[in-house]
C-alpha cells in the first residue's frame, strides 16, 4: 500500500493451499465470491479513511440555521464545536418514552387550570420543541410521584396567568422558538415566568429562563426588570431563581460567539 494508506487485507487462501514464499504460482489466487469480498473491504476502507480525512479538516463551513429553539441555543452556548457538528452531520434521535411522560406530566398541570385563557400567542410549528421534551420521567408510577410532589410546591394552589404559552423573538437575525410551561402575573402587574424541571438534578441552564424571560416582556410590552423567572425542580420543590439573566444585548452575543451567562443562582426554599 501507498505511504499513509490503510493497509489491504490479504484474500483468504483456499482450504489447502499451501503457505510460504515457493508456493506455486496461482495457488492463491482468490475464488470469484472471495473476490467479491475483498473488493466489498476496499470499498469500506477508502469510505472510511475518506470520512477520516473529512473529519480531520481543518476548516468546515457550516451555516446556523435562520431559526432555533431554545434548547438548541442553549447548547450552541454550552458546547459550540458539538453543536455545530451535529448540524453538519445530524443523526436521527431514537424514541423517548420518558419524554413522552414528561409531556403528559404538562398536560395534567394544565387540565388542574383548564379555565385559562388560550396561549397569547400561536406560534407553534412541527419544528417546535413540545413541552416535557427535555423531562425524565420513568413510568406511570414516577408519572404520579410526580403529581403529588407537584400538588406540595408553592404554586400548586397559584393560578398561572398563562400556560404552555409559544413565544419567539429575534436575536442577531435569528429567530429563536420556545414553549413557556408558566406565567404568573403579580398583584402589581409585574410577570414571573416558571419552567418545571422533572428531572433528578437540580442542574438546569439558566440561559432558558433567560430566553423566555426576554421573550415574554417582548411580547407584551413589559419592561425587562419587570419579569422574572424561575425554575421549578418538582421532585424537590426547590425553586431556583437565577440572578443577573442576560438580556438583548449580552444574549445577541452569546449567539454571536460569546459563551456563558455570567449569571449566579439563588435558591428559594
Partial sequence: PRAGDPARLPGPRRSGAPAGPHQPEGANAPTPEEARAIASWDRDLDALEGELRRARAAVREVELPSA???SQLMRL???????VRDLAR??????QPAARQGTRFHAWVESRFDELPLP???L???ATELPGSDQEVADEADLDALKAAFERSEYAERTPYRMEAPVQLTLAGRVIRGRIDAVYKN???SYEVVDWKTGRTTQADPLQLAVYRLAWAEATGTPLDRVSAAFLHVRSG???RPRDLPGRARLERILQGETGTDGDAQADG
Fill in 68 to 70: 432555533l429553539s431554545a
Fill in 77 to 83: 452556548a454550552a458546547d459550540e464545536q458539538g453543536f
Fill in 90 to 95: 445530524p443523526m436521527p434521535r431514537p424514541p
Fill in 120 to 122: 397569547l400567542l400561536d
Fill in 124 to 126: 407553534l410549528d412541527p
Fill in 187 to 189: 398583584p402589581d402587574g
Fill in 238 to 240: 426547590r425553586v431556583i
